[in-house]
């Protein structure tokens, strides 16, 4: 079976006008992700990684070029209810239990109240979670609350799953551990996955695809081919092949800041 | 609970500051009935007495400290005059009797409650409009701040004037006041409230493709809850006053105003300052029932109280 593309850019620009002048946050972006790719797009702060991602999700719209999500417009995609987007703070509403945090959503979409219940408790399964349905946020962890936001993004079975930095303020070993789950929960959703983040290790531990990117103006200069097998224990970050991709991923990231 | 004995430790404060201050404020008044008694006053006029200090008064005369307590219209009554009274006027009249201090407070307590509620209704209204309408952003906010830069006190009559040209008297010209005072406080705190909902849980809406409306009663208005109580307590003691301002100049024969007017024009200190607490401890029985519905409510919500 050939492998069907989620997401095509070509030629993407985008430019914010500021009061000192024109920001060129994306420039000559192309990239094609094929269904169940799990891609992370690293680069320093200013690189464009967040603004892409948001251009999937259709909530920044590009001044240039064209990008197609599921063969729609991300507004399209966007209605069409096509990803889940999980970002880089779990932003629970405190009023609302964990339960109902991962209902939010599909209250928003419409589902019946069975199938409501149903989903909650499958996907709070799915993020280890089960049994905390009726606490708050306050009383979870921050790894936890996070995962509870995963579970939110992850509800109403969009096939796509953004992530913006989402373990970008946790302590390492909570942020090892949740690395490991996301990679198992992968596996089980065969979800194609687009993670921005700005750690090496994360970006080749989890990713088949990972998309080097610079910034001034925000471009992308490398892409890197994982060649890891799907199952990947944590230890696999000592073998010769993590390093090597490592070593090409921080030879690409130096190779952005070369004007500078 | 723990507040319980600062908040003692500072009423205790005022009430020994009230003690010894109706000694010297009531000593003229004392010296000239105690005189008129047949007892030895000095200095022995009343003109001679006016020179004096009413602490240089009391040095004078020792003897007349005990009698300052007692004065039937004193210039400032003692404590447990105050008590009497409203003892006298709450617990041993009739309910309906227009001596009942129950009676005329719940004359004013009905206009409060029902301006309370028509500016609590109206300042959400605002505060909507506000977030919602970029006309009114613009246009409402300065005029609602410039409303409350009006003296009250110059405005009330007005309004019960006119409304009574028109037909309308009793409680309802009141209750414009009390609205007039409380949708202010609500307007403020809702707009932030509505408002606090950060841009990131803004755009996990727009992810969803959540429609205006969806955020605005899954998201704006239960954020906005914390901030709708703290303008709750502030909005309900402002409409007591209103209140109690707009029966001052009216004439009203009934209420908390009226009775602090008919102390002051009939030479009644009692009746003024039996009325004045009153009125204290009423708006102290509102704010504390919004700050036990604030907690029961967050606490349902899931909310730990501030």
């Given amino acids: 079976m050939a492998a069907e593309t989620t997401i095509c850019a070509r030629g993407l620009n985008l430019t914010f006008e500021t009061g000192d002048g024109p920001v060129h946050a994306l420039k000559d972006v192309n ?18 990684k967040t603004t892409f991602l948001r251009c999937i999700a259709g909530l920044e719209t590009p001044t240039g070029g064209t990008i197609t999500v599921n063969g729609m417009t991300p507004e399209e995609a966007r209605m069409a209810r096509a990803y889940g987007y999980v970002f880089q703070a779990a932003g629970l509403y405190p009023w609302r239990t964990i339960g109902g945090n991962v209902k939010l959503p599909l209250e928003i979409m419409g589902f019946s109240k069975a199938e409501q219940e149903e989903r909650v408790a499958r996907v709070l399964d799915l993020v280890d979670l089960a049994g905390f349905e009726k606490k708050f946020p306050w009383q979870l962890s921050g790894g936890m609350q996070q995962r509870a936001s995963i579970a939110r993004a992850l509800a109403f079975d969009a096939d796509i799953l953004l992530m913006d930095e989402p373990f970008g303020a946790l302590d390492e070993i909570v942020r090892d551990h949740l690395n490991e789950q996301l990679l198992q929960l992968w596996a089980r959703t065969e979800k194609t996955i687009g993670f921005v983040t700005h750690s090496i290790p994360e970006a080749v531990y989890l990713s088949t695809k990972i998309v080097v990117m610079s910034p001034r103006p925000g471009r992308i200069t490398d892409v890197i081919d994982s060649p890891l097998p799907k199952e990947r224990p944590l230890d696999i970050r000592d073998s010769k092949e993590f390093i090597e991709i490592a070593h090409r991923v921080r030879d690409g990231l130096r190779a952005g800041h070369v004007d500078d | 609970m723990k507040s319980l004995l600062p908040v003692l430790t500072v009423v205790g404060a005022i009430l020994l500051f009230w003690i010894v201050s109706v000694v010297p404020m009531n000593m003229h008044l004392t010296a000239d009935q105690a005189q ?15 020179e004096y200090s009413g602490i240089g008064l009391t040095l004078q005369n020792p003897g007349l400290m005990v009698r300052t307590y007692t004065l039937e219209r004193p210039r400032l009554p003692s404590p447990h005059q105050v008590a009497g009274e409203l003892w006298n006027t709450i617990a041993l009249q009739n309910v309906t009797s ?12 009905s206009a409060t409650l029902l301006g309370f509620a028509i500016g609590t209704g109206l300042g959400i209204l605002l505060a909507v409009g506000i977030v919602y309408n970029r006309a009114m952003d613009m246009s409402v906010m300065p005029w609602a701040i410039a409303s409350q830069t009006i003296p009250i006190l110059a405005l009330a009559p007005m309004i019960i004037v006119m409304l009574g040209s028109i037909g309308i008297q009793g409680l309802f010209p009141k209750a414009v006041i009390s609205a007039y005072l409380s949708f202010f406080p609500v307007v403020v705190g809702m707009v932030k409230g509505l408002r606090s909902p950060d841009a990131m849980q803004m755009d996990l809406l727009r992810t969803y493709y959540a429609s205006p409306a969806q955020a605005f009663w899954k998201l704006r208005l239960p954020a906005s809850v914390p901030y709708l109580f703290a303008s709750l307590k502030i909005g309900i003691s402002a409409s007591l006053v209103g209140a109690i301002v707009a029966e001052l100049p009216t004439g009203a024969r009934a209420g908390f105003g009226a009775r602090m007017l008919v102390g002051d024009q009939y030479g009644q200190p009692l009746v003024t300052w039996a009325a004045l607490f009153a009125a204290a401890i009423t708006a ?3 704010v504390g029932f919004f700050s036990l519905m604030e907690r029961w409510t967050l606490r349902r919500m899931g909310m730990q109280a501030a």
């Fill in chain 1, 31 to 48: 990239l094609e992700i094929t269904k169940g790719d799990f891609v992370s797009f690293i680069g320093p702060s200013g690189c464009g």
């Fill in chain 2, 284 to 286: 102290a029985a509102l």
């Fill in chain 2, 36 to 50: 008129r008694e047949g007892l030895v006053v000095s200095p022995d006029t009343p003109a001679v007495r006016q």
């Fill in chain 2, 98 to 109: 227009r001596r009942s201090l129950v009676y005329h407070g719940w004359v004013t307590l």
